[in-house]
């Protein structure tokens, strides 16, 4: 079936800490894969995503590529801010029997301290 | 508005009582998705539609839950007979077709069962 594994958290960095939440997924054929942010008090946003092989996705300083050779699109930013604090979900979206769904991964909690 | 609409934000229920949810997704949108987001559960499936298609129904839990999408614009989410374990965050989310587009989500309804 289709997948997706996250790191448990929470995690907790000080401020312009470099981060790291990986993610990897199990899928039949060529999903899409997303990240979306989930800020306190807030709904789901889109963060970034890619769509293909070696794609990377890339916003507010964060990035992720695509590897199909290690099944994986991990969340990378190279200086955390406080406003980063949030929860992240990695996801894959894929067709199916007609149907499009997108499968979640449990999330992983980001505290940024100054 | 542009974005997911999703009413009521906050809902509390007595055990035992019907509820609807509202959403009205984004204009031209034809993919439509209801999740639950329960604490510690993560995000959980529960319905697609797509245009005039029959939806994938996959992620309902039991029959007491069931949705409908009139005009392929506003869908309503029912809940009959309301148990506490369906206190949760239920998400509407919409997208244009294919599976490399970006599935838009709505702030959430919060249901509390009491």
């Known amino acids: 079936g289709n997948s997706v594994t996250q790191m448990e958290g929470p995690v907790t960095l000080s401020e312009e800490a470099f981060l790291t939440i990986n993610c990897t997924y199990t899928?039949?054929?060529?999903?899409?894969l997303f990240w979306y942010v989930q800020y306190p008090g807030e709904g789901l946003q889109l963060l970034l995503k890619?769509?293909?092989?070696?794609d990377k996705g890339s916003n507010k300083g964060f990035e992720a590529t695509y590897r199909k050779e290690t099944t994986s699109f991990h969340l990378e930013k190279g200086s955390v801010q406080v406003s980063d604090s949030a929860v992240y979900f990695c996801?894959?979206?894929?067709?199916?029997?007609?149907?499009?769904?997108?499968?979640f991964g449990k999330g992983t909690k980001l505290t940024v301290n100054p | 508005g542009a974005g997911v609409s999703q009413s009521p934000s906050n809902k509390v229920t007595e055990k035992g009582k019907d509820v609807e949810l509202r959403c009205d997704p984004i204009?031209?949108?034809?993919?439509l998705y209801w999740y639950r987001q329960s604490l510690g559960q993560g995000l959980e499936f529960l319905i697609y539609?797509?245009?005039?298609?029959?939806?994938?129904k996959s992620g309902l839990p039991s029959d007491r839950f069931s949705a409908e999408r009139t005009g392929g614009s506003v869908s309503t989410l029912t809940i009959q007979r309301t148990q506490q374990e369906d206190s949760a965050v239920y998400l509407c989310?919409?997208?244009?077709?294919?599976?490399?587009?970006?599935?838009?989500f709505g702030e959430g309804s919060w249901l509390t069962v009491v």
């Open positions: 989310a919409s997208s244009v077709r294919g599976y490399g587009n970006t599935i838009y």
């Open positions: 899928a039949t054929g060529y999903p899409s």
């Open positions: 890619a769509t293909k092989a070696d």
């Open positions: 996801a894959l979206r894929f067709s199916q029997g007609g149907s499009e769904k997108l499968v």
């Open positions: 204009s031209g949108h034809t993919a």
């Open positions: 539609f797509q245009g005039n298609s029959a939806p994938d």
